[in-house]
């Protein structure tokens, strides 16, 4: 009988992850301090952070940071606790967030200095209670804060006026949170897709999947077992009366235009980095033109051409696009289930096809195939995530792709796809249909999956490109 092996001592991981954090927290603040930015405080004077323009290597140290704590906090709770702190409180989360977004309380609360609760009642229609027990569990996550006012010391009520109700005692006032809740009607659109909108599709995933789930059709999802509807979410939110609903989804798509997910990253793709003056760039289910904006700004040949249903494009303000790009964008509607009736050296499709089951993307893509077979050197540019292997990338980032992978599903029987998973879809569509290469940008929640005919010649040997 062989002896049990003698147990070596267990490795010092709280430390080891510590330590982690520090390196990861000095690599941000020395970046801060060389720049001369500020750095992140708990407090609404100073700027949000991260600052624009932040680079790869300070996106990942981000992105490491807020694993590790996790990985520690994970640690020093022990399973059980790990598991069920969050799972008690996330159902609160959510119906405090919804009540501060449906009662409009970030805008009840004074920019500068802060407010009682019988005012903050009368502002939002909420009883003083009430607001005092929302307001309390809000700031346990970063969301307001009770301060004591006092008229002679509290620097933080710096507007007087807006502390007059209250004389001394209890005021709510901002955080950066909420602040942004406040100065960003993108961020409360985000809130109202995520939570008004969507939230009951994944509620509502088990007992769909029970009766849906190797189904391809986009209105046999999670979102229609929820809703009780055959409509698919496009057609369920372009019907008259769902204008608010229209509008925080295209507020969260602009959302998902900026960090992380700013199209503009991808402009240092081949595909893009090639194209020389004169050339076209068709932006197929291009919303508002976000992804084309970001990506004007940073090429200075290509023509843009936005294409998306007639509802997106009647929405289109022109004079919300940057005039410094304004004369090299254009809007037109156009189904991207029919023939594509614009020629073009780039067909883009930025988080078109992870709506869609294999079955529909086929269609897309066959709908391209026509004006491949007339110009063999314009390429395909999938703009979507590249599912990673499972532990290749920072967990923090692999749960960013996997979530959305579940929430493609939820919405439409949709997903997200690996690199193998991308070969197969384009063979699926035509044999002569190959994937040239797959970008990644370093701190792009996305890549650039260029995909063209086989032995079709490129833009360099063609001339039409730089
Ligand atoms: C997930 S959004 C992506 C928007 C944008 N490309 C981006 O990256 O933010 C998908 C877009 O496809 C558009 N769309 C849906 N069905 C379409 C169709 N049949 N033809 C053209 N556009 C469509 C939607 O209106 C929406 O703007």
Known sequence: MSQPSQQSPSPPVLTDLASLITHHTSIITNFLTNRNLPHPQFSTSIPSFPPPDCPPKIHMSRMSIAQLCRDLAELVLGPIDALIHPLVSMKVDIGVLRTINYYNIPEAVPINGCIGYEELSKRTGLNADILKRIIRYASTTGIFTEVQYNPTSNSHTRNKDSVQSIKEGVGVAHTPTSLALLTSPRLRGVLRHNLDDIFPAFLSLPESLQQNQNSQEPNESPFNFAYKTEQTWFDWMSKPGRETSLQSYHQTLGFLSEGAFNAGLAASAPVFKRLGPGSTI??????????????????????????????????????????????????????????QTEAADVFLLRFVLHDWSDKYCVKILSSLLPQLKANPAARIALLEVVLPEPGTVPTFVERGARSADIQMLGYANARERDRGHWDRLVKETDEGLVVWDVYEPVGCAFGVVEVGLRGGRTGIEQGSLE
């Open 282 to 339: 068709v932006d197929i289910g291009g919303s508002t033109g976000h992804v084309s904006i970001a990506l004007a700004q940073q090429l200075p040949h290509p023509n843009f051409i936005v294409q998306d249903l007639p509802s997106t494009i009647e929405s289109v303000k022109s004079e919300e696009i940057p005039q410094e790009v304004r004369d090299r964008i254009q809007f037109q509607p156009h189904n991207f289930f029919t023939p």
